[in-house]
């Protein structure tokens, strides 16, 4: 897969809503989002020295998306309606 023209590492990344309800109590979206940090800081830098883009694809398990996740499906798509 070429994003910005460069090969892009994707890590699929599911998670529970309700993950860290704990600490902080329920916040919509919360979960995903720190679930694509977290992994944009562990493999971000090794991708780009390797000159790759990373595109973290985070989820959670009802059906949300992170933006990431987003902007990938959403160029997806375009390629897939103009081939």
């Known amino acids: 897969m070429l994003a ?19 600490e902080s109590g329920f916040v919509a979206g919360q979960a995903i989002r720190k679930a694509e940090s977290k992994k944009v800081d562990k493999h971000a830098k090794a991708c780009a020295d390797n000159q790759h883009a990373f ?24 390629v897939v309606h103009n081939s």
């Open 55 to 78: 595109v973290p694809f985070a989820f959670d398990t009802f059906g949300s998306l992170a933006p990431e996740a987003i902007r990938l499906l959403t160029r997806v798509q375009k």
């Open 4 to 22: 910005g023209g460069k090969h892009a590492c994707v890590d699929l990344t599911g998670v529970s809503p309700l993950a860290g309800l704990r």
